[in-house]
């Protein structure tokens, strides 16, 4: 909580010393600072785990946040955050999760290996569809009026249908892809690294946890992977987000309107949920798309979304 709260201030201190720059200068200025921020961060953990913003990154802290408590006597509703747990139990890993916002405003770098080589990382994917659509109802019912400019995305209020949105390629699909294909140029070069698919998680959870608690050098038992899943059901989070019981980091794991299921942390959690929004034709525009543009290597062509749904 102590350092949260000095984030926000030095984040707060910094804004309000810009505020009379030009706004793209107030923008460049915060990101490099938030930059500096997450590179203190890599320097100092012992494993990464990014991810591009909706890809299942909360699902995942829970289960781990589960095992370590389990393991370690922690309090239920706390969510790993960095070296919170770590300093509780040297024995539990410092591990920054990140968006990969920011941190190449800090250090200029043109190549995640140039930042993130011969460091402990963990990418987790998710459909890039499926990411374009919940990250569409993140900007739309959650996202803080300041963060939207911060990340480029459409002004608060602006009106904009899920369509046009996914097909903007500043905002959409295409800016998911250039994130994913950004970190697929290096997945030679970085080592130790793993890959981890949102859709792999939610058809083996079990099996996913254990080899992601094996890269992270907490190697976990079968009872507590099981534990862990089951604490982290969709069915359980929700409820827990509807109740907001959670003190999970401050209230992430909280709708912003009880009555709008759109503005839930925890959305659908669906696989190819994105087939539901669109028509035929769009969805059949969205796939090619994916199949031109996205490295093969993740196995989000047309043939593989047909096959996990």
Known sequence: MYQTAVKKLSRMLVRKSVFFLPEERQIAIERRHRGREQFGKLEKADATIVSHGKSGRTWLR???????????????????SFDDFHRR??????IFFTHDNYLRDYTGS?????????????????HPADVTVSQFFQWKHRMRVEKKGLLGYPDH????????????PEWGLQRVMQFMNFWA?????????????????????????????????????????????????????RKREEQAASSLTGGRL??????????????????????????????????????????????YGQAAAGQAN
């Open 157 to 168: 209020g602006e009106d904009v249908p899920l369509f046009d949105f996914m097909m903007k």
């Open 110 to 126: 043109a190549t995640a290996a140039a930042d993130y080589g011969g460091r402990r990382v963990l990418m987790l994917v998710r």
């Open 254 to 299: 909280k709708p912003r309107d009880v009555n709008n299921p759109d503005s839930y942390k925890v959305r659908r959690a669906k696989v190819g949920g994105y087939k539901d929004y669109f028509d035929d034709e769009q969805v059949e525009h969205i796939d090619a798309a994916v199949n031109e543009f996205l490295a093969p290597i993740f196995g």
């Open 89 to 94: 139990n040297k024995a539990i890993p410092k």
């Open 62 to 80: 829970v289960m781990l946040s589960r095992i370590y408590q389990q393991r370690h006597g922690l309090p239920e509703g706390s969510l790993i």
């Open 185 to 237: 140029r290096d997945f030679g070069v970085l080592d130790p690294f793993a890959l981890t698919r949102y859709e792999d998680l939610r058809r083996d959870p079990e099996l996913e946890l254990g080899r992601v608690m094996e890269f992270l050098g907490t190697p976990a038992t079968a009872e507590e992977i099981r534990e862990a899943v089951d604490f982290g059901s969709v069915e359980k989070m």
